[in-house]
Every structure is written in structure tokens, then in C-alpha cells.
């Protein structure tokens, strides 16, 4: 972890002092100060710099971990996920997205638009009952999150993922795959320090985004299902231009 990382957390955040340093940390991945394979600083290290105990570092951790933004190895220590980490293997070789590359948020969101409406209406025309449920489930999970203003990161990602597993096209998935819970996290970063926190107004503008994708997912509206995602990410894109959630 590079030192410019290290900042003061807001110790007024009512979810407490480890939702506070997992903002912080999440905000430094984002920002490139944490890669892929870097070890995250011990327990006490991350106590010392942030001035937190060592039960606030492990909270912190854990919640990162649960998000897929990093693993822990008995007796090694937790590192910083690889991009494939967060996301169940494929049997076959994985399609890799270098984001050393461009870890502009606009660059990646050009990409998702560029491929995930197509994605929707693939979706819609090829979907199963059981891709549908995992659809579903996926919405569920992040409607939740902004009900109880919980992160949305990981259930975003995954509702993004089962309409592309739902594409039939595996390369599709890899691909959606490959970006990982990065993609949003980079995105939201590029909107506001707080990458978890969503207003309520914007909440529901996402969960009204989703819940048509959805709706034109499971009516097999191809068309519509490509409509509502090309402007679902270009509405993610404009607001990424002006810098506003």
C-alpha cells in the first residue's frame, strides 16, 4: 500500500468506525494505491495508521473479503483479489482484462456499454427458469442493500453477471466476469469517496434501472432488454462526465 493512501476516517459515520476504514480501503484499491497481489497491512499496522483497534481492522477486512476485494490465506495473510478472484472459476481459460492498462472508470463503463446490451437481449431471448430465479435472486440482494443503505458492490456486479450467464454466451460472461466487483467500485469511487453509499433518490432510480432490464429479461423483450441496459450504463457513464451520483 502506498502512503498516500493513509488519511483520517470519518468517525462520524452512523455504520460505525469499520464501515468508515473499509470505505477508506475500498477507496484506495480504487485509486491504485492497493493492486492485485499486494498484501494487506497487518491488524496492527492499519490500527496504528488509522487510529482504530485491531477488532474495527478485522471488521474492516471482512467486510472486504465478503465483497471479493479479498482473500485470506491460513497463515499468510490477506491479500488484495486478483481481478478472477471474486467470481466462481470457468473450466476453461479465463479471458483476462489487464485494467493496468486504463483504470478509468469511463473506459471501463465504454466497455460495459458497448457489450452488455447485447448481453440483455440475448439474455431475453435464451433465458431459462433458472437463470431467471438467479436473475431474481441477484435483484433481491441489491435492492436489500439500499433498503438498509448496506454496499451494494457485490450484488450489482452479481446482477449484472446472472443476465450474462443467462446470455448463453460464454465469452460474454468471461468477459463480464474478467472486470469483476472492480468495475463497480471503480465506478463509484470516480463519483464520490463513499463507494458504498447510495442516496435514497439515486436508490431507486438504479432499483427502477434493474427492475426493467428484468421485467424485459423475463417477457423475452429483446429489444426493450437492450433499451433498458444501453440506458441504464449510459446513464452511469453521463454521470461519471459531470461528477455526479
Given amino acids: 500500500m502506498n502512503e498516500k493512501a493513509e488519511s483520517s476516517l470519518r468517525r462520524d459515520d452512523p455504520r460505525g468506525l469499520s464501515h468508515a476504514l473499509a470505505v477508506r480501503l475500498k477507496s484506495a484499491i480504487a485509486a491504485g494505491d492497493f493492486v492485485s ?3 494487506v497491512p497487518s491488524e496492527a499496522e492499519l490500527g496504528r495508521r488509522y487510529d482504530v483497534s485491531r477488532t474495527v481492522v478485522r471488521e ?3 467486510q472486504l473479503r465478503a465483497e471479493g476485494l479479498v482473500e485470506t490465506y491460513q497463515g499468510r495473510g490477506s491479500y488484495i483479489a486478483t481481478l478472477n478472484s471474486a467470481v466462481p472459476k470457468e473450466d476453461s481459460q479465463p479471458l483476462m482484462v489487464d485494467l493496468s492498462v486504463s483504470r478509468s ?4 463503463m465504454e466497455l460495459r456499454r458497448g457489450v452488455e446490451p447485447e448481453s440483455a437481449a440475448l439474455a431475453a431471448s435464451r433465458r431459462c427458469d433458472a437463470d431467471l430465479i438467479s436473475i431474481d435472486r441477484a435483484l433481491a440482494d441489491f435492492e436489500h442493500a439500499v433498503d438498509t443503505q448496506s454496499s451494494t458492490i457485490a450484488a450489482d456486479f452479481a446482477l449484472h453477471r446472472a443476465i450474462a450467464i443467462a446470455s448463453g454466451n460464454p465469452l460474454i460472461v468471461s468477459l463480464i466476469s474478467a ?3 472492480e468495475a463497480v467500485l471503480l465506478q463509484r469511487a470516480s463519483l464520490h469517496e463513499d463507494v458504498d453509499v447510495i442516496a435514497s433518490q439515486h436508490g431507486a432510480l438504479l432499483r427502477f434501472e434493474h427492475r426493467q432490464i428484468r421485467d424485459a429479461v423475463a417477457r423475452g423483450d429483446v429489444e426493450a432488454a437492450r433499451a433498458a441496459m444501453f440506458s441504464h450504463l449510459s446513464r ?7 461528477g455526479m451520483n
Fill in 37 to 39: 497481489g499486494d498484501r
Fill in 179 to 181: 472486470l469483476g466487483t
Fill in 60 to 62: 474492516a477486512v471482512s
Fill in 105 to 108: 472508470a469511463r473506459d471501463i
Fill in 236 to 242: 452511469s457513464l453521463a454521470s461519471i462526465h459531470t
